[in-house]
């Protein structure tokens, strides 16, 4: 199955740049998300992390 795949993308050209372009959009992506990690104010996470708690819920909407 694999050489079958493998064939048809040979034949294809400039192909070679997808994965090379897929490798920097990955990497781009957890640096990012690394850094913003990092960089977060503790009181920023802690009012993310209250958010499900503060919310209402159905019962309470109907009394």
Known sequence: MLK???????????????PIISLI????????????VFTAKKDHINSLSEMPFNEPTKKQEDE
Do not use: H, M, R
Request: glycine share 8%; proline share 0%; hydrophobic share 60%.
């Open 4 to 18: 079958f795949i493998k064939g048809n993308l040979e034949a294809i050209d400039g192909v070679s740049i997808y």
């Open 25 to 36: 959009i990955f990497f781009t992506f957890f640096t990012l998300l690394f850094v913003y």
